[in-house]
């Protein structure tokens, strides 16, 4: 009875994963998959080739530029290139959460017009823009859990497109986010089942020098994007760190070469002053390793310095951001001693006052009690337990203030 029971659920999800694709107008003969590269975190990076594996199946496959698309099929025997036809390609993803990317294809320049309507037909945005001829990628914002239809008209053409949404939130829109030019498929003819384990690396020349991205896997169920992120810096990498052990008259800058430029460094440290555009005073650090910091003193209670770290190597000198801190103010906590807390108030002695009671958590508790003289709590307070008492309360006559002295000396 179980497992009856177990395979009717099992019948019922593959049914509605079905109905779902085809709700959606999306063939399951095939998977869609776009790459885009991209060059530390945020320029764009054109692709000279990616390597797509299939680690269950155990094949590798080489999309070469100018192919920015393969295409895993469930079948044989396709055509192993094409260019793309005019019109809209499924959105990547689809379903999708809120934002998903489309592509449009248009055999030439033209003037579009784009409209994104809901499933009852009622126009929730619309986009008009002059094209050139090629492939031109969008984004769509989505706010309600349902199907939206993607429509554009071209001179005497109309294209559309079913799109499944299951997010919520936001507004619906279409913004243009760019020109791919005339995009080329690459149509894999090796063996693919949906859930298979897809590895991607992307490859790039970069300054006349190859590089490769950082290698992503993903289970393939639906059409992807999938961004290749590459990173490369051609000259020496500077970056400013937050300051440390800061007091009422010093603090620790810190910095970071996050790239060397492949040359020696020959000098590192920071620059500091009272504005941001008045770093007149210099530090070096005498640290060899790519983390280094200096200590600079002499500084004003409660005020704000502004510094930048800086490295010198035969190609020049190269900075960080500008950041700031603020010295401690009398009374402010400026250092920590035996696990605890302790401020300068200014007293000529220089003495170290504990911001709170030796015992407490915070400044509004009272803290451990002592017997005089005694420097460790203890269960029970009275004659027979003070150690200077000796039993008997007379004794306590006997004690001299000299002798008191003596006691209380660390």
């Known amino acids: 009875m179980k497992y009856c029971m177990y395979m009717k659920r099992l019948l019922s999800v593959a ?238 800058l810190n910095g970071l070469i996050s790239y060397d430029g492949n040359l020696e460094i020959t000098d590192r440290g920071f620059y500091y002053g009272l504005t941001p555009d008045a770093l007149d005073n210099q530090v070096e650090s005498s640290s060899t390793e790519m983390n280094f910091s200096a200590t600079i003193d002499s500084l004003d209670i409660n005020t704000t310095y502004y510094y930048k770290a800086y490295a010198t190597n035969s190609d020049g000198t190269y900075y960080g951001s500008v950041m700031s801190f603020t010295t401690a103010t009398v009374g402010d906590p400026t250092g920590t001693l035996n696990g605890y807390d302790w401020v300068d108030l200014g007293l000529p002695s220089a003495t170290k006052w504990a911001t709170f009671n030796v015992g407490a958590t915070a400044p509004e508790e009272s803290g451990n009690y002592y017997a005089w003289a005694e420097v460790y709590p203890k269960e029970r307070y009275n004659w027979q337990h003070y150690d200077l008492c000796a039993g008997s309360e007379l004794n306590i006559a006997a004690i001299q203030i000299s002798g008191m002295e003596d006691l209380l000396t660390p």
């Open 15 to 252: 049914v509605f994963v079905l109905l779902s694709f085809v709700m959606m107008g999306q063939s399951i003969e095939s998977l869609t998959v776009r790459f885009r590269g991209q060059l530390n975190g945020s320029m764009y990076q054109r692709l000279d080739s990616v390597t797509v594996t299939n680690t269950v199946r155990g094949w590798s496959e080489t999309v070469i530029y100018p192919d920015t698309v393969i295409v895993l099929n469930l079948m044989v025997n396709v055509p192993e290139k094409e260019i793309s036809a005019a019109g809209f390609e499924q959105n990547v993803p689809n379903p999708f959460d809120c934002h998903t990317m489309v592509e449009l294809s248009i055999p030439q320049d033209e003037k579009v017009c784009l409209q994104l309507y809901d499933e009852l037909g009622k126009l929730c945005s619309e986009l008009n823009v002059n094209l050139l001829a090629g492939s031109h990628s969008f984004e769509i914002s989505a706010s309600k859990p349902q199907m939206y239809i993607l429509k554009a008209v071209a001179g005497a053409k109309t294209y559309s497109v079913r799109m499944l949404n299951v997010g919520r939130g936001g507004s619906d829109g279409i913004q243009y986010s760019g020109y791919a030019g005339i995009t080329a498929k690459l149509y894999s003819e090796n063996e693919f089942v949906l859930g298979d384990n897809i590895q991607y690396v992307g490859y790039a020349t970069i300054d006349g020098n190859f590089v490769e991205s950082r290698t992503i896997n993903q289970v393939l169920y639906i059409n992807q994007e999938v961004i290749l992120h590459f990173t490369y810096y051609s000259i020496l990498q500077v970056e400013t760190l937050a300051a440390t052990e800061v007091t009422r008259v010093s603090a620790k």
